[in-house]
Each structure stands twice: as C-alpha cells, then as structure tokens.
C-alpha cells in the first residue's frame, strides 16, 4: 500500500507533465506526451539528488579534497545502482558508465568482443534491432546473420527460436555473439531473453541484450532462475530513456570478458603509469573502461532513478503500464481503419507500451501531424530508426502499391507510405493519453479530406501545416531564458 502511494506520488513527479502550447484551431492546451520510446520526461526527485550534489561537485580523478571524495562515493554509488538494479549481487559483473545513451555501449562491445574471439567470424543480430544494436555490429563484428521472427507481417512476433537454434548449429563453432532487444522500440514485443541466453551458452556463444526499451518498464535481470545457463552476459541501456535526460549509457557485462584485454579507449583516470615509452592500464574496473571524466551528476541522477524504482518494484510498474497498454491496444484494435503492427494478442506475444499504427489511407507524417497541430499528442512516425524492422512489417502494404522501383521517383512515391506511427507510455502515462489520443484519429477519421487540405509534404514525407507554423523560439529560446536566469539571480 505503502509502495502503491509512492508509484502515485512519483507519476506526478516529472517535469514536463504540464506544458501547454497554442493549436492550430486557437485552443491552448497541455501536452499528451505519448513519445516515451524515444526520450522519457525527467523525474524531478532525481533531478534534486543530482542538484544537491552539484553543490559538491568536483572531478573523480581528484581525490584528496572533500569534495573529490564525495564525487567519487557518488560516482561508486550509481555504478552500485546499475548492478543492484539488473541484480548482479556479486563480482562477476560490472557496470560502466559511456557516451550518451545505449549507441556508445552498444559500438564499444562490439569492438571489444570481436577482438576476444576473432576466429568465430559471424554475429547474429535479430531482425528487430534498433539501428544502434545492428550497424555496430556489422562495421566491428564480422558477418552479421539477422535473426528471423515469428508469425507473417504485419503481425510478426518475437524472435523464431527454432530459427534461431538452427542458425547457432548451422554455423556451430563461429558465432560468436547474439544482439538483440529486451523489447522493440516500434512494437514493444518482447524476446525470452532468457531462453535465448540458454540457447546461446549451450553453443558456447554469448549474448548481448540492449535493454534500451524495456529497462524503465518492466523487471530485467541478469537470470531469470538463478542458473549460469539462462545468465545475460551483457545488458546495454540508455538514461534518456530513463527519465534522465543528458545521463551517460550503461552498460553492465561480465567482468571476465574485459579483463586481460587492452580497454577500448585509452587516455586519463585509466591508468597506473605512464612513461614516453609506454604505460601500463589500471586493472581497477570500472575505471579501465571510464577513460576521461565522466558525467557524474548524469550517472549520480541515473542512479538515483534506478533506486526509486526499485523501491516502488518494477513488477508494479509494469502491471500498471500494462493495464494501459491493453486499453490501448483494445480501443485501436476496435477502429476499423486502424491496423497496428506486430501480433496484437499480448496473451501470445507479450509486449510493452508501445504500439505501432497507420490509418488506412493516410500518410503516417499527416496523422502525426494532425495529431501534433489539433490534439497536442506527442507521437513518433517514421521508421524509428529500425528500417529493416519496419520495412518487414509493412512488406505486404508496401507490395500492395505496386510502385514500378525502375522509375526515378519511386523513392518519393513510396516515402509517404514506409512508416508508421508509434505511440509510446512511460510511467506517468495516464488515461487521459490514451483518450487525448484516440479522440484526435477519431477526429481525423471523420474528416480526413479537410485535414489533407490543410497540409503539404515535403520530399521527406513531413507533414507542414499551411496556415499555423509555431515558432520554436517564441516557446523556448535559450538566451531568452539566460536572460531570465540572470535577472533571476541578480546578476
Ligand atoms: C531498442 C533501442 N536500442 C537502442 C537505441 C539507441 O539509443 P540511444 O539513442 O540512447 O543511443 C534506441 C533508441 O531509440 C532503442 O529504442
């Protein structure tokens, strides 16, 4: 009960949750931000605990003044926070802080694996991957083979297991890794991460899971049982989706498959010596990983969020955005012209709260302009960064426009259809989003052609209004604010 009142208290607790901007009909209303897969609004008690410590700010390689030391206790103290969080009790994980969301991360293990194991020559990727867990892969780690999915488009599934089996035995003895998601970021599906785990250290190859999607929303662990077998070796995840903007990306891997192995990156706070000859790399993990000085107040906030949600519990998080996610799914799924992609049924194909759509017949930039300029919901369109993803999954509509591809402006005439729109929850997502959201395609829906009129797109396939244009700077200006700040404090 006493947990229950936390979750309420906290949902209310992000910045953001009450900004309003003029429409283009002259109404001024508050934001439906439904665009969490992408970044996540800042959970404002974190943001104090970063504040609070800024008041002691100084760098972790210094160390003998008061504040270096509680720079440093802080700085331990987030890493403890990441490990805690995937339950890693022990040593044989470590967390690393690098780069500004799971891309860093997700670029340096695949340097680092591929140098271990050159000799196994072939990475397995699944076809769902976010951009940031395919091309890193393919640019260090030898040949990448993607990993099939379950079920026809456009309602595929999770990853194919049998699939999957029969790739690692296949290729017995080369694979050297398998990337892939905790959850899509355009559908939300969830892979058995687990299971894959045991599939893969039963051919003697690891797995790296980018949690990007799923860390906020739903529990993750590094074993699901408590067995080596079912253990992830690497877990990769962003703050900004983690309701810390600005905060460094983590990852969490096993410790033996860093050691013995020169750090990807060289230069201060890694070190014991060095000499004009050579020097010699600090065995002291995290710091060999951490060249450079790091984002402390980024890191000290992500770990604070990371402590209050535990304290709250993530199974209760996730009953509760899934409560959600199911009235979401359930009103879309009853509109006709709605088709959402991925196999909708959660009782077969579990999912988080993201969910992927078009309307039939409208361009996925107009309905998420329309969206924007009327209704003040905040969605994604687009590819999502996970082209071949979304080109599987529209594969039979986009066959169904038969566009002649040996034209010269087969690009521009497919442009408007190859995408989607994703309405994304995060933990202060309410029913009134949803409600704000399924009112505005309602709307559109009743009135499509003089919504049409209304806009022009551009060879991008965005959509612009052509009476309304919001002048970004009248809303935020940064020296406006500057100047406000000064006058503020005085100054
Ligand atoms: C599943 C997934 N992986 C990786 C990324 C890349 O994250 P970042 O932009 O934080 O590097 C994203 C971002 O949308 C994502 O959704």
């Not at 030898?142 to 790739?167: C, N, R, S, W, Y």
């Not at 209760?316 to 799924?333: C, D, V």
């Not at 009853?334 to 017949?361: C, H, K, M, W």
């Not at 361009?363 to 905040?378: C, F, I, P, S, T």
Request: charged share 20%; net charge negative.
């Amino acid at each position: 009960m006493q947990n229950l009142t936390l979750l309420d208290r906290l949902r209310k607790d992000f910045t953001g949750l009450d900004t309003r901007y003029h429409l283009a009909d002259g109404r001024e209303t508050h934001r439906y931000y439904l665009d969490s897969a992408a970044s996540t609004l800042t959970l404002n008690c974190a943001r104090q605990v970063a504040d609070e410590f800024l008041q002691h700010y100084a760098n972790t390689h210094s160390q003998a003044h008061f504040s270096a030391r509680i720079a440093n206790r802080a700085y331990d103290w987030a890493h403890q926070q990441a490990l805690n969080f995937v339950g890693s009790h022990h040593a044989k994980y470590i967390a690393c802080f690098a780069g500004s969301g799971s891309t860093a991360p997700l670029n340096r293990l695949a340097r680092l694996l591929a140098a271990r194991r050159p000799e196994r020559d072939i990475t397995l990727v699944s076809l769902m991957e976010h951009h940031a867990n395919d091309l890193p892969h393919r640019r260090h780690a030898g040949q990448v083979i993607h990993i099939p999915l379950m079920g026809k488009a456009p309602a595929l599934g999770a990853i194919d297991l049998a699939a999957l089996e029969g790739l690692l035995e296949h290729y017995r003895d080369r694979v050297n890794y398998i990337a892939l998601s905790a959850a899509s970021n355009v559908t939300g599906i969830v892979n058995p991460i687990h299971e894959i785990a045991a599939l893969a250290h039963a051919h003697n190859t690891w797995i790296i899971v980018d949690a990007s999607q799923s860390i906020a929303h739903a529990p993750l662990k590094l074993t699901d049982n408590g067995t080596v077998e079912r253990e992830l070796d690497v877990v990769a995840f962003s703050g900004h989706k983690l309701y810390t903007p600005g905060s460094p990306g983590v990852m969490v891997v096993r410790r033996d498959l860093l050691e013995d192995q020169e750090p990807d990156e060289l230069g201060g706070g890694m070190v014991d010596d060095v000499s004009l000859s050579g020097y010699q790399v600090s065995q002291h993990f995290p710091d060999r990983e951490e060249a450079g000085t790091p984002n402390i107040p980024g890191a000290v906030q992500l770990g604070a969020v990371l402590n209050v949600l535990q304290r709250i519990g993530m199974q209760r998080i996730h009953a509760s955005e899934q409560r959600l996610l199911r009235r979401l799914l359930a009103e879309l799924s009853a509109i006709p012209q709605v088709r959402i992609y991925g196999d909708p049924d959660l009782e077969r194909t579990p999912r988080l709260g993201v969910v992927s759509f078009n309307l039939a017949g409208l361009e996925h930039g107009l309905v998420a302009a329309v969206l924007n300029d009327y209704h003040n919901v905040a969605v994604r369109n687009g590819c999502f960064c996970a082209h071949p993803y979304v080109r599987e999954l529209l594969k039979p509509e986009l066959w169904e426009l038969d566009i002649d591809f040996d034209t010269d402006n087969a690009e521009a005439l497919i442009k408007p259809w190859q995408g989607m729109v994703r309405a994304s929850l995060g933990l202060y997502s309410t029913d009134d989003d949803i409600k704000a959201l399924l009112n505005g395609i309602d709307d559109l829906l009743a009135k499509p052609d003089h919504y049409r009129i209304q806009y022009q797109a551009d060879r991008d396939g965005n959509f612009h209004h052509r009476n309304f244009a919001v002048s970004t700077e009248t809303l935020f200006n940064p020296e406006t604010a500057l100047d406000r700040a000064l006058a503020h404090s005085g100054i």
